[in-house]
């Protein structure tokens, strides 16, 4: 599908001051017009009330505002969940996810249409990858469903579809734009990457000193065990991600947080739980969410909720923090690893 014209949404200060200065303008309109884009939202160009007419002809001329089209919302009916569906430029389908938690509303993009990592338990996966999000396509997941709710979202998680880390430099300039103080201003602590243990990517995180929160999708507890339903672990071995993990944590003093899903007779002994703590341990600052797997139409169950029980147990002598997470959304397929959509 050919793509006429390139959305401001996704533009970073620096690119809408190269905009200004292109067409012989001073740069205080760069900053205006960031302001109007990602602190008051706007949706028409008709809005940029402080702007030259020249501009906003020029504006309207080559570029449009928004990347994606809001195609509909499911609403759970048994919990406070919203799933959104957009279409981008390019005509592929995304979804997102909005969580209410009394005062927490989080919302969870995605990253990629479909994803390559083929993760067994995993509804995306089945989708194959089409292609990588551009920065406006991931911010704009949160400027739209914003302006459809009547709360604040206080929360940004990078756990849609797709792997963030595949996307790094998309992602990174999306959690950027999320947290500039003068346009939505969500701080560094209340946005979370998650990643399924790209390690290359962890290191540059780490080096780059990125101040974002990390979580890690481990999800087993040897590497063969990993390997069989995650084959990112065939070139990233579980020893080594662990080793990324560690100097993560210990060169930027920042807590790590570790996800678990839980599978029925494949992860969720009391072995396993029991290697966890051995593999953990030596992360001084690092946390662990078990999940619960969400059924698909996959090979995949939840244990029972007697192994549950069990498994959490034998983690209370875990030395770092241990919860168990339920995911919310499920009946409306909005749950962890339940994303995917279908162009037909």
Known sequence: ??????????????????????????????????????????????????????????????????????IRATKSTSELTNKFLFKTQSGALIESVLMNDDDRITLCLSTQVGCALDCKFCATAKMGFKENLNPGEIVDQYLMISQKINKQITNIVFMGMGEPFLNYRNVIKAAHLLHNPNGINMGYKRITISTAGVISKIEKFTKEKEKFKLAISLNGTTNEQRKAIMPITKKNALVDLLDASKKYTEQSNTWLTFEYVLLKECNDSIEDAARLIKLLYDIKKCKLNVIPYNETDGEFQR??????????????????????????????????????????
């Open 303 to 344: 244990p029972e909720q007697s192994k549950i029980r069990s498994f959490m147990s034998k983690l209370r002598s875990a030395p770092f923090p241990v919860t168990i997470r339920w995911s919310k959304g499920t009946d409306i397929d909005a749950g962890c690893g339940q994303l995917a959509v279908s162009d037909s």
């Open 1 to 70: 599908m050919k793509i006429d014209k390139t959305s401001l949404i996704g533009k970073s200060l620096e690119d809408l001051v190269k905009i200004c200065e292109d067409n012989n303008l001073k740069n205080f309109r760069a900053k205006q017009l960031f302001n109007w884009l990602y602190r008051n939202k706007v949706n028409d160009f008709d809005d940029f009330n402080n702007l030259p007419k020249e501009l906003i002809t020029f504006l309207r001329s080559e570029y449009c505002i928004h990347p994606l089209t809001f």
